[in-house]
């Protein structure tokens, strides 16, 4: 029989049950940990933005065309979307369980590729963007001001350009993001009894700042073809694009032929740096407070993306403004870590409980080692199993763990008092004890695991 293999050779039995162990033990530090097990469809956002749209207008040209194409692709069960006043757009499709998100991710950017020549052109301009997301949020960090000497705005750009980017860093936190729209932009703010009076349009001044602050390729000065002799050639470095409030004043709208008469910018409007969209505005204990949502990555160790985040934090912390601070406002790991701490507790009393059982019925302490060895075994070979099948640590999972420490006893007693009743009873001796017993039980304890499985 097979077991007759490893009855027969016990030092390459005990090898192989620790490189199980330790094999066990790797696997465990490799699965994510987390409350429940991961059943939701993988899902894909599809996000974009048509400034001064109204909603319904977003989602006839904007959510329309994009649904069309996405409509079929590989995998996928169905799809939402969801059009707001303030121009935005966001088309989450969901995939089938099982389902590849890389593959799925590229799948639907394909498509809206596709979708992209019907949409419009500011659309195109502004971006759209294909995402994997997770379905919930696991932390929440606020950054706010403590002394009020920083203005929303001010707190708002520091959130997002130097504590975003390093909490994206952590491993398994990339889909992190802020709260609302973070990003600062120049508000022109248009008079429309001076635009009236001086015959200018919203498309006057659009095209405007459009067409004069841009970037341009001016060329290179003494590039081939050139005169003989030429040693030397010099870029031309063209002006920036503005940054400043008075380089945006300074544009201009109309200019007559002769250049008489000159329309700027802050003659028909009010210009000054602002943010990009108003929409959202965050509070914390009546303090002004950019919060940052932490997405935990499909397959990512949820405990371990929070350790990552409040390390970062803490790093991060030193470098902080006089003034600014944070505080994690949520933090969704922190039921997940009682709730595996109290099932861990569990598994370590069941053990006991199952040891101090077996010794006080068997009254036999190689008997005891012998059936605590099976648990050992049987339980951190259980970790092989579930890296392999993709499984998680879980409260499931370890919940039947603990069911399991039963199962793994009853066989173990059962082979053990046959062992024994052979030797007492035939007067065997162990080897052919062990090899009897193992031939009368090993086809029940194999049916029952079966059976149990």
């Known amino acids: 029989m097979f077991s007759n293999f490893f009855i027969k050779r016990p030092i390459f039995a005990i090898v192989v049950s620790i490189v199980i162990v330790l094999a066990g033990l790797l696997s465990m530090k490799e699965l994510p940990v987390e409350q429940y097990p991961n059943m939701s469809p993988v899902q894909i956002m599809v996000t974009g933005v048509y400034p001064g749209a109204d909603a319904e207008t977003v989602a006839q040209t904007v959510a329309a065309p994009i649904e069309t194409q996405i409509n079929g692709v590989d995998n996928m069960i169905y799809m939402t979307s969801s059009s707001s006043s303030s121009g935005a757009c966001a088309i989450t ?9 890389d593959m799925a991710q590229v799948q639907v950017q394909n498509r809206v590729n596709i979708a992209q020549p019907n949409l419009p052109e500011s659309v195109i301009t502004n971006g759209l963007t294909v995402e994997k997301r997770s379905d919930s949020i696991l932390m929440l960090v606020g950054i706010y001001g403590t002394d009020g000497r920083y203005t929303r705005d001010y707190i708002n750009n520091y959130a997002n350009v130097y504590v975003l980017d390093a909490l994206k860093r952590v491993p398994g936190a990339g889909q992190s993001q802020v709260m609302g729209t973070a990003d600062q932009a120049m508000r022109i703010w248009l008079n429309p009894d001076r635009m009236a009076s001086l015959g200018i349009t919203t498309t006057d001044v659009a095209n405007a700042v459009r067409t004069e602050n841009q970037r341009f390729a001016a060329g290179n000065v003494g590039a081939s073809p050139s005169e003989p002799g030429t040693v030397q050639t010099f870029p031309i470095i063209a002006p920036s694009p503005s940054t400043d409030v008075s380089g945006y004043e300074n544009i201009v709208v109309r200019s007559e032929s002769e250049g008489s008469a000159i329309v700027r910018v802050k003659d028909v409007a009010d210009v000054s740096l602002g943010m990009k969209s108003y929409q959202v505005n965050t509070n914390m204990n009546g303090l002004p407070t950019t919060f940052i949502a932490i997405y935990s990555q499909p397959g990512a160790n ?106 793994v006893v009853d066989d173990a007693i059962v082979v053990v008092e046959n062992v024994e009743r052979n030797m007492s009873d035939f007067a065997m001796n162990p080897i052919d004890a062990t090899e009897t017993a193992m031939a009368e039980v090993s086809g029940p304890i194999i049916a029952t695991v079966l059976v149990l499985a």
Not at 350 to 379: D, G, N, P, W
Request: hydrophobic fraction near 55%.
């Open 93 to 101: 499709v969901y995939f089938a369980i099982g389902t590849d998100p």
């Open 302 to 407: 949820a405990l371990d993306v929070a350790d990552g985040v409040y390390k970062a934090l803490e790093n991060l912390k030193s470098q902080f403004p006089d003034g600014i601070d944070y505080k994690i406002a949520v933090d969704t790991t922190d039921f997940v870590r009682i709730s595996i701490d109290e099932v861990i507790k569990t598994l370590f009393e069941a053990v006991l409980l199952v040891v101090a059982v077996i010794y006080l019925f068997l009254q036999s302490f190689k008997s005891t080692a012998i059936a605590c060895s099976a648990i050992v075994v049987a339980l951190t070979g259980t970790f092989i199993g579930m890296l392999l099948l993709d499984f998680s640590i879980n409260i499931l999972t370890l919940f039947g763990l603990v069911l399991a420490i039963g199962l």
